[in-house]
């Protein structure tokens, strides 16, 4: 029987990371066709959405079917739990992805701009955190999952900084409020996506060492433990976003 | 506050020159019940019956270290083993009722430690035969014979026996293994209500039974505890790798 759930989690965990790198391909697409104005490569972002919504449905199903057949425990039950929760986290980096695409024709002409405000840049490092996130499931490696939560916060001070060149960018020009509100939308899927990465590496951490720290109480108890230097260096989802408002994720 | 009813310490026995328990420790708690888990031969089962002192009806075998319950040695020169029985109760594997009624099966155990009185005994069988939820379904059929229950209700029957003198333990080896699946939850609900007024220790091969009964686990190999922990604990994120292997099936 146990080597029966042994193959079935094996292709848990397979195709999780074929929908992972896949995920990340996206994102790539993504910024490349917003930075690099490429709009055939943003077609394609789109066209492969569907692909990794069918991803997320068959893992759900494939979690339904060990969970009833195999009544799994401990690590293989933590597999399953994790799992469930990547899957929602990269279904959403997905549907991020094709917004990001979205925003291409309303930002085209205005990549300059996009470099002044370090938009650019912080696209770079988010690209970085998914592709370790990625890794560190992969590796089963807590160590780099801890790495990921700590280059959020370098997100986030980006994210506040970048969010008050926009609304500086649009009081000095009022012709750039169109394309201004549209780098908000992207400064906050970009923001979105770190938010996911973060969420995915506190699942690896839970998988490994079977500690929950998806909340401040819990990640401050962790960190005091396993990595005491970073406790000033994390804050929770409203200490990130003070003073700006709330846009919507997609 | 939680206190322990039995406590074993470095307990060895052999059978012959067979050691098949070795230098086990552990405190059992009160009104709690506590599962005994890990593959055949690993000692779980005469680990159980240590506790009221069963394995003394087998030849050969030797003892040695403490178990005491409620802080005295059950294993003293003066301990009476008739009367030690009567408070650690025991289940079986299988079914044995006696080949008498159902309501002789009850009254056994009363009438040898005095009890002839037929109102009282009657008060004893009704009462117990409801704390193990058989009254409803034998009620009618008191002096019906005890074989012609079905399994589940004849493992009930032995339960409401064991209780029937009043038990502070109860010890079940493997109460359902024989049973359906509906049987089987019935023994684990009737098993989950006794923990009220029982310690209850149950050795069992289903992991999810287990699970689902016990708030404590001891896992056993080659005569010795591997693990002792909560029940929670030892099904989420064991401590040791061996108990890690043997709950999420890879060996056993």
């Known amino acids: 029987m146990y080597a029966y759930l042994e193959a079935e989690l094996d292709k848990l965990k397979t195709r999780l990371i074929k929908m992972g790198t896949l995920v990340e391909e996206q994102i790539e697409f993504a910024i490349k066709t917003i930075f690099e104005e490429n709009l055939e490569l943003g077609k394609i972002v789109i066209d492969r959405d569907d692909k990794i919504d069918k991803f997320d449905i068959k893992i759900d199903k494939l979690c339904q079917k060990i969970f009833a057949i195999g009544q799994p425990v401990a690590t293989d039950l933590r597999l399953l739990m994790s799992s469930l929760s990547i899957n929602k986290d990269l279904e959403r980096m997905g549907d991020i992805a094709v917004s990001i695409v979205e925003r291409a024709e309303h930002l085209a002409g205005h990549t300059d701009l996009l470099k002044k405000i370090r938009l650019e840049e912080m696209s770079q490092k988010v690209l970085v955190m998914i592709n370790k996130t990625i890794n560190s499931f992969i590796n089963n490696d807590p160590d780099l999952a801890l790495e990921i939560i700590k280059s959020d916060a370098v997100i986030d001070e980006m994210d506040r900084e970048i969010f008050n060149m926009i609304i500086n960018e649009m009081i000095e020009n009022p012709s750039l409020i169109k394309p201004g509100a549209h780098t908000l939308l992207l400064l906050r899927y970009l923001e979105r996506l770190a938010d996911h990465s973060t969420n995915i590496s506190e699942e690896v951490i839970f998988l490994v060492n079977a500690n929950i720290i998806k909340h401040r109480k819990k990640l401050d108890e962790y960190l005091q433990k396993h990595a005491p230097e970073l406790l000033s260096g994390t804050q929770t989802d409203s200490e990130k976003t003070e003073g700006q408002p709330n846009l919507p994720d997609t | ?252």
């Open chain 2, 1 to 252: 506050m939680k206190f322990s009813k039995i406590t074993v310490h470095n307990l060895n026995l052999f059978y012959g020159k067979k050691q098949a328990l070795i230098d086990n420790t552990m405190d059992l708690e009160a009104n709690k019940i506590t599962a005994l888990i890990g593959p055949s031969g690993c000692g779980k089962s005469t680990f159980l019956r240590t506790l009221n002192r069963m394995n003394d009806l087998i030849n050969n075998v030797k003892i040695s270290g403490t178990v005491k319950i409620d802080d005295v040695d059950i294993y003293g020169k003066n301990v009476d083993v008739v009367e030690l029985r009567k408070r650690v109760g025991m289940i079986f594997q299988k079914s044995n009722p006696f080949p008498k009624s159902v309501y002789e099966n009850v009254a056994y155990g009363p009438r040898i430690h005095g009890i002839n009185n037929k109102g009282k005994l009657d008060e004893i069988i009704e009462l117990t035969l409801k704390k193990s939820a058989l009254w409803n379904e034998v009620k009618d059929r008191l002096n019906d014979s005890a074989l012609g229950l079905s399994g589940g209700q004849q493992q009930r029957l032995c339960i409401a026996r064991a209780l029937a003198v009043n038990p502070e333990i109860l010890l079940m080896d493997e109460p359902a293994s024989a049973l359906d699946p509906i049987s089987t939850e019935k023994i684990e609900e009737l098993i989950f209500e006794l923990k009220n007024n029982l310690t209850i220790v149950i050795v069992t091969h289903n992991l999810q039974q287990a699970a689902r009964v016990s708030d404590k686990c001891a896992f056993f190999m080659l005569g010795k505890i591997v693990e002792y922990t909560n029940t929670r604990k030892m099904f989420t994120n064991p401590d040791n790798e061996k108990t890690l292997n043997y709950v999420t099936g890879k060996f056993g």
